[in-house]
């Protein structure tokens, strides 16, 4: 079974910046859509990006100006970059996987790391 880990997470001012990373235990890029997500207390868990094999990004609206989502296929790593961040980016912070060759899609998940954003 693919294994996902995430790191990076913290306490971040208002307007910093924050560089999250998702470790796999095997190369699964080509074939896999990577994502992270987020849940904040109270709602719930909702897409922040994702980027698929074949390298198309998507974002939310919430961060579509202020996100950016990459692979390192070297290192089995896939990361998020996020600037200007603001309270409401407080929320555990999820890497998703899922395969693209499944007729069903199952999904992978990392166990989260907390961001929070807080003068």
């Known amino acids: 079974q693919v294994q996902l880990e995430e790191s990076g997470g913290g306490l971040v001012q208002p307007g910093g910046s924050l560089r999250l990373s998702c470790a796999t235990s095997?190369?699964?890029?080509?074939?896999?859509?990577m994502g992270w997500y987020r849940q904040a207390p109270g709602k719930l868990r909702e897409v922040v990006a994702q980027?698929?094999?074949?390298?198309?990004?998507n974002y939310a609206d919430s961060v579509n100006d202020r996100a950016t989502i990459s692979r390192d296929s070297a290192k089995n790593t896939m990361s998020l970059l996020m600037d200007n961040l603001k309270p409401d980016d407080t929320a555990v912070y999820y890497c998703?996987?899922?395969?693209?060759?499944?007729?069903?899609?199952?999904?992978?998940w990392g166990q989260g790391t907390q961001v929070t954003v807080s003068s």
């Open positions: 095997t190369n699964i890029f080509n074939f896999y859509v």
């Open positions: 980027v698929t094999p074949a390298g198309a990004t």
């Open positions: 998703n996987a899922y395969d693209i060759r499944a007729t069903t899609r199952y999904d992978l």
